[in-house]
């Protein structure tokens, strides 16, 4: 039983008397489509049942304060004026979302807001999503604003390029904000279409191994990847005119130019347009529920991310052998990559075996820890039901 809900609300009562809205707002998972997005390409997340919590009411008088129960530190943020701060650096995913209500003419009330998590930071599972979209929904809220939701998800991924420095695509907030019971998102990056397919897992668990690593290259090499593609587009639009981005290539189109790219271009434009071509059959897999083609690819993703596209490490490329040398139906790094976890489907019956012969073997060859967890698909972020409010997490 996980208490995050209740820990955030007995915060808010012991700090003021006023009742607060609460608002819970998911990490995510991806099953297939990694570093997709950003090339308006296809992605297969959900939001899972790691989560923020926020309890938010108006103040009594004109001083707005956050308080981080992860932290135990309060901020004093300047509604009119929220610029970026040095310290704390969780203010700006905040502080992100309030420019982009103010930049769009709202007036924001002050407030008292709490908020706390269970999403571990850094294992790739979206917590700045979560933190981003979930106070945009509960300044929303709060101020009954009604901004539409896909116009906060896209404040939420504002505050993420500007305020945190990461020029993400769209898929954390997305699925943070629109995850479904049980539901997986086929989501089109490029005109936020989206399906929601069943996740019908049946005798399998979705495991997430984290390595307990995040290199600090990640947000660097993030962006360095991001401006790599956008280079391979430009030199293949000398000959497609109407190409827009790689979501309109083909990896016969990029080998045809190969000796034009410079090598490591090339190497990100053919993993990246292969991926986009593997989600859609991979969606193939799950409407057909051959979940073992689908792992199959799982397993290609992880080979073209480590090998083509250069974002995993050695702790994740360890993790997924482990789950091929147990023969887990499909495993491979999840996210932006250098660190965070791999997900792996995994048969009910080996869910065990696998956790403790990972954890053995990882303690050996790194030192470190290994942590799993047993993820499962809910909805995204919302209002939470007085009723609700203690089986959060649970
Ligand atoms: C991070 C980004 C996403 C996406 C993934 C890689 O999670 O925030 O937008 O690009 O990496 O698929």
Wanted: charged share 20%; proline share 5%.
């Amino acid at each position: 039983m996980d208490f995050i809900a209740q820990d955030v609300i007995s915060k808010f009562d012991a700090l003021y008397a006023e009742e607060p809205l609460i608002i819970r707002a998911p990490g995510r998972i991806n099953l297939i489509g990694e570093h997709t997005d950003y090339n308006d390409g296809f992605v297969m997340p959900a939001a899972i049942d790691k989560e923020i919590v926020f309890a938010i009411a108006p103040s009594p008088d004109e001083t707005s304060s956050i308080y981080s129960l992860s932290y135990s530190e309060f901020f004093y943020p300047n509604l009119k004026e929220p610029a970026p701060v040095t310290a704390p650096k969780w203010a700006n995913y905040l502080l992100g979302v309030m420019r982009q209500l103010v930049d769009n003419g709202h007036t924001l009330k002050p407030f008292r807001c709490v908020f706390g998590g269970n999403i571990p930071a850094g294992s790739g599972l979206s917590s700045s999503a979560a933190l981003e979209t979930g106070f945009a929904f509960a300044l929303n809220e709060l101020n009954k604003l009604n901004i539409p939701t896909q116009k906060m998800i896209h404040m939420a991924q504002w505050a993420e390029h500007n305020y945190v420095g990461v020029k993400c695509g769209i898929m954390d907030q997305f699925a943070s904000m629109m995850g479904a019971d049980n539901k997986v998102i086929l989501l089109d990056c490029r005109s936020l279409e989206y399906k929601y397919s069943p996740l019908k897992l049946d005798n399998y668990s979705i495991v997430l191994c984290n390595t307990g690593v995040k290199h600090s290259l990640v947000d660097s090499e993030y962006n360095t990847r991001r401006a790599e593609c956008e280079q391979g587009v430009a030199i293949l639009q000398r000959h497609y005119p109407e190409v827009k981005s790689l979501r309109d290539v083909t990896p016969e189109m990029v080998d045809k130019h190969k000796s034009e790219m410079p090598g490591k271009v090339y190497q990100r434009c053919f993993y990246v347009t292969s991926e986009i071509k593997r989600v859609q059959a991979a969606a193939f897999d799950l409407t057909n529920d051959d979940l073992e083609a689908f792992g199959r690819k799982m397993y290609e993703t992880h080979e073209g991310l480590s090998s083509l596209y250069e974002v995993s490490c050695p702790e994740l490329d360890f993790l997924v052998g482990q789950a091929k040398n147990a023969q887990i139906l499909g495993s491979r790094m999840m996210g932006g990559g250098f660190g965070g976890c791999t997900i792996n489907i995994v048969p009910n019956q080996q869910v065990e075996s696998f956790i403790s012969s990972a954890t053995a073997a990882y303690k050996k060859a790194f030192n470190l820890d290994l942590i799993a967890y047993i993820v499962h698909v809910k909805s995204g972020t919302g209002l939470l039901k007085k009723s609700e409010k203690s089986a959060v997490g649970s």
